[in-house]
């Protein structure tokens, strides 16, 4: 399917090196905020308190949060999930509070805040008596109920960030294994080289606006690789293709018909991604938000990369027609007699 058909090539390798170099610019200003100013950790990373509240009507998130960095946390992470009136708290570690003691303090200050009392009462949790934190107003009525709290230690957070680093690294490992295979070693090398390009970017901007880097974004980063590799494929194919079709055309001609003839197509894919990403942006709350955001950046920075950086990498390895076109051996005129 086609949107339209640009019959003329145009001419991307013939500015394939001044494009690089803002890529190279790019990438050395992502690696400079990385190591300056760090990625902004979520509680699944440095550790801290997850707590589930429930309000009987839809809860103020920017109350809730005015009223926790009164406590002295300084960035609490206030989102809603499921329903209006549930509330996902995601609290730091402080030095003043250890443990349980945090949990029921923000319990209590946020029950006072909604003009209740907490009281402690005895449920039964799968046969067993479990104490538990409920607020009531004055007149008995439930004004805010917590339904889970877990706290996530440092060794856990600690886990999870090299559980995450483990799992980029296994992705490019097979990506790489999976090009070399498929194509050969220079496509290999340079779309891991322009993924990687757009990996680092993410997180510079992660670490630039002091975005919080959570696991779902760790999972959007991921995504990203996988997604990245997928355009770089249909280029290297349209390529591999055009080394049969056009004989004549130098190895330039080549890519530049390539990337000229996936123009339409790279255009419904990323078009018809990016609305739905957007969609999320817009309406998927403060759960999805940073989700929305690496993915956006990454599929902006993956059309990028894989038209300025995995092509004309590729090309400056040295990418020729005979690494993926066997050459046709002549046939021997005595047909293998000897005389």
Not at 10 to 25: D, E, Q, Y
Not at 65 to 79: H, N
Not at 207 to 232: C, I, K, M, R
Not at 290 to 300: D, E, P, R, S
Request: aromatic share 10%; hydrophobic share 50%.
């Amino acid at each position: 399917m086609e949107f339209f058909r640009i019959k003329k090539d145009i001419p991307f390798m013939r500015h394939a090196l001044i494009f690089n170099v803002v890529s190279a610019l790019t990438f050395v200003a992502a690696v400079f905020f990385l190591v300056t100013r760090g990625l902004h950790l979520s509680v699944e990373f440095k550790g801290g308190t997850v707590m589930e509240l429930k309000y009987p009507a839809a809860a103020n998130q920017e109350k809730i949060r005015t009223d926790l960095i009164a406590l002295g946390y300084e960035q609490p992470e206030v989102s809603s999930f499921g329903t209006a009136q549930e509330v996902m708290l995601r609290l730091p570690i402080i030095e003043s509070v250890t443990g349980s003691t945090g949990s029921q303090k923000v319990f209590a200050a946020l029950c006072k805040s909604e003009g209740g009392a907490v009281t402690r009462v005895d449920t039964v949790v799968k046969g067993q008596s479990v104490a538990k934190d409920v607020c009531h107003s004055a007149a008995g009525a439930d004004v805010l109920s917590l339904q889970k709290v877990e706290f996530v230690g440092p060794q856990v957070g600690d886990e999870l960030a090299h559980n995450g680093v483990s799992a980029l690294l296994m992705v490019v490992l097979f990506v790489v294994i999976y090009l070399a295979i498929r194509f050969e070693w220079k496509y290999a090398v340079s779309a891991i080289i322009a993924n990687l390009h757009d990996v680092v970017i993410i997180l510079g901007f992660f670490a630039f606006f002091q975005w919080e880097f959570s696991l779902a974004v760790l999972a959007g980063v991921l995504a990203v690789l996988g997604y990245s590799v997928n355009e770089s494929v249909v280029i290297f194919d349209r390529i591999r293709e055009n080394f049969r079709k056009q004989r004549k055309a130098s190895v330039e001609e080549v890519i530049d018909n390539a990337i000229t003839s996936t123009i339409s197509r790279t255009i419904i894919t990323h078009g018809c991604t990016q609305m739905m990403v957007l969609s999320m942006l817009l309406f998927g709350g403060a759960t999805l938000h940073y989700f929305a955001v690496a993915l956006t950046i990454g599929i902006l920075f993956g059309i990028y990369s894989s038209v300025f950086v995995a092509a004309a990498i590729a090309m400056w390895l040295g990418v020729k027609r005979e690494d993926l076109i066997k050459p046709i051996k002549e046939k021997d005129e005595t047909d293998g007699a000897v005389v």
